[in-house]
């Protein structure tokens, strides 16, 4: 009864060898489990939180003393305002550091965003900031801004590029963007046209518009509106799309007789309407 039990419990000596290697390796996990491994996992946070501790030591005492302090506003100039008014203003030792030395190496702010160029100033201070901020031009500014210049006679369809750079304010680009525009529209009818050429905006015309004399209508070359084909009167500046097809169906039923014929508020405007008037004629033939 009890021979067929023990048979169970019977090993070859291959199988005991086995037996005892799967033995060992158990043991080596038990080993590590219970010594090795919660060593390790002790170790780390206790490292982590040393670095912490070490990181909080360094930056924490200056924010407390920031935000300690009595932030005083007050209208200022940046190019112009001390390091203790800097420290009034909530600003921090160190960026108060990096604005003078950006001021130092030559450095200067000429827009209230030219601040936000300091790296160390955040959006959010820079918010808080900028309502008092109070940049003005020096003296010698004004009196380069304002210093007269000589007044040039130029009239625009006879003119050329060497003429045009002589104005202040206009360069070589602005000279040739003028003379294109010019063949564009088959010459100006007045100076207020420049607004149109890109890049002109209403302040730089009022800054050179005194150098220009009446346009000489009489250099303008005008379409004839019976005869100029559908590329070329779409070409004008002032002509749509819409308002060539209008032009060319409108001519195909019979000869334009007056250019005021055209005069149709469906495919152009009455105000674009006159500015184009100058440029179109009829057909004499």
């Given at each position: ?14 199988e005991r ?66 390091k203790e ?171 334009i007789k ?28």
């Amino acid at each position: 009864m009890l021979k067929p039990i023990f048979d169970y419990f019977y090993f070859s000596q291959k199988e005991r060898r086995g037996i005892f290697m799967l033995l060992s390796i158990i043991l080596i996990l038990i080993f590590i489990n219970l010594f090795v491994i919660p060593n390790i996992s002790q170790e780390k946070p206790i490292d982590k939180l040393a670095f912490i501790a070490w990181v909080d030591s360094l930056t924490q005492k200056p924010l407390e003393q920031v935000e300690a302090k009595t932030i005083e506003y007050f209208k200022f100039n940046p190019n112009l305002i001390t390091k203790e008014d800097w420290l009034k203003l909530g600003l921090s030792e160190k960026q108060t550091q990096t604005i003078l030395n950006y001021r130092n190496a030559g450095g200067k702010f000429f827009k209230k965003e030219d601040l936000k160029k300091i790296y160390s100033i955040s959006e959010t201070q820079y918010q808080k900031l900028e309502p008092f901020i109070s940049i003005s031009k020096s003296k010698k500014e004004k009196r380069k801004n304002y210093a007269p210049q000589k007044k040039l006679h130029i009239e625009l369809n006879t003119t050329d590029s060497v003429e045009l750079i002589k104005i202040y304010g206009v360069g070589a680009v602005f000279a040739s963007r003028i003379l294109k525009y010019r063949n564009l529209l088959g010459g100006y009818t007045h100076p207020s046209q420049l607004v149109e050429v890109y890049g002109i905006d209403s302040g730089k015309f009022e800054n050179i518009k005194h150098n220009f004399t009446a346009c000489d209508t009489a250099k303008i070359n005008q379409l004839n509106i019976n005869t100029a084909d559908f590329k070329k009167l779409l070409k004008h500046p002032y002509i749509s799309y819409e308002f060539v097809k209008f032009i060319v169906n409108a001519r195909k039923v019979e000869k334009i007789k007056s250019v005021d014929d055209l005069r149709e508020p469906k495919y152009i405007s009455d105000s674009l309407f006159m500015k184009l008037r100058p440029y179109l004629k009829i057909s004499t033939k």
